[in-house]
């Protein structure tokens, strides 16, 4: 299995719904995945310290909030950018909002890698336009099962050897695996609150965000 390590609703159509349709290959590895069509996956976040480098990925859940993992390390002179598709072009019409508060999970653990999640306050409203607005959050009683096609989406490494990072968010389908298959490639390192997700054939860490369709929306998983 192989993962892309970075993360990430319309007010009028609801959460989850994006109003420009992604279009998905299928069974595509998400390293050598594919490039996403522009805007349909309006809750990505892009996370950039104050020169502009992307550094992680996260998710808009509300005008006010984004979710992210706690790995990531953000911090309040970080800066939340929404709307993004090309990081290499500057005439692209982004949001660039600062960051009023970090929640981060206080039991998570860099060598274990649970409670992997951070929760970023905006200190301004996001604007809800047809490129940016919010995925739904799953419900607690909500299940995921192993064969579940999700989609990741980021702007991670395409080639294991590649230097440098693509400029057009990339996305690419993975099914979902059980835990008990998960833990026959890592063992006691998967947790049960955890969520696998890859390609037969080769092998990889958990996932840390997908996107999962349902009858009322994407869900970030």
């Not at 939340?80 to 508060?101: H, K, M, N, R």
């Not at 739904?136 to 490494?157: H, M």
Request: proline share 7%; net charge neutral; with cysteine.
């Amino acid at each position: 299995m192989a993962f892309l390590w970075l993360l990430s609703c319309l007010a009028f159509l609801g959460c989850g719904l994006p109003a420009i349709q992604p279009a998905i290959s299928g069974y595509a590895r998400i390293v050598n995945g594919e490039t996403a069509v522009p805007g349909s996956w309006p809750w990505q976040v892009s996370l950039q310290d104050n020169t502009g480098f992307h550094f992680c990925g996260g998710s808009l859940i509300s005008e006010n909030w984004v979710v992210t993992a706690a790995h990531c390390s953000v911090s309040t002179s970080d800066r939340v950018v929404l709307g993004e598709f090309d990081q290499g072009s500057p005439a692209e019409d982004v949001q660039v909002l600062q960051i009023a508060q970090v929640f981060k999970n206080r039991k998570f653990s860099r060598v274990s890698m649970k409670n992997d999640i951070t929760l970023l306050k905006l200190a301004t409203p996001a604007n809800m336009t047809d490129r940016v607005s919010p995925v739904c959050l799953p419900a607690a009683t909500d299940n995921f099962p192993g064969g579940l096609t999700c989609v990741t989406t980021g702007w991670g490494l395409t080639d294991p050897s590649a230097q440098n990072t693509p400029d057009q968010l990339q996305q690419a389908a993975l099914p979902l695996l059980t835990n008990t298959q998960c833990k026959t490639y890592w063992g006691f390192r998967i947790a049960d609150v955890m969520i696998c997700a890859g390609a037969a054939g080769r092998r990889g860490p958990p996932t840390p965000a997908c996107f999962c369709a349902r009858l009322s929306g994407h869900t970030h998983s």
